[in-house]
């Protein structure tokens, strides 16, 4: 279990599509859920990804920031990569539809610096992007089983 986590929120035009930012807000309120549960003093910072890349102010017991409902842009791996950094430091878990653009293989090279259950990448969405389901991909509605080993 994670004493300390960061939760990235892909908030780019792609998300505004099906329902997306809707699954998203429910996926982040369980994660604040499960860890309210089970770990109550684990600090978990939220991040919104487009274009740039902003920490947001959130708790377990607040309201989400209506930032989250707000998509547009496209999903900049390079920003996100420069904000959260290349040594894997902290475990993360990203909400997204898989659709970021990512032509210079970064995200791949990046997710491989972190421990194995370090990192997760939790697809959203009915057209979520299959070619982004690695071994350290999980659909939505297989969030616990995410949540089970991260950060271990």
Known sequence: MVDSATIVCDTSGS???CGKRFIARTTLRTIGQYYQMLNPNAKLSLIAWNDEVRQLPWSY???LPEE???CSGSSNVGALIDVLGNSGNEPVIILSDGYWN???GQFDKWASSFRE???RVVL???DANLKSAKKFAYAAEHLLSAL???GE
């Open 15 to 17: 998300m505004s599509e």
């Open 61 to 63: 017991d607040s309201d």
């Open 68 to 70: 989250l409902m707000n």
């Open 102 to 104: 990512d032509s210079a």
């Open 117 to 119: 259950n370090d990192f």
């Open 124 to 126: 959203l969405g009915a």
């Open 148 to 150: 089970e080993e991260f």
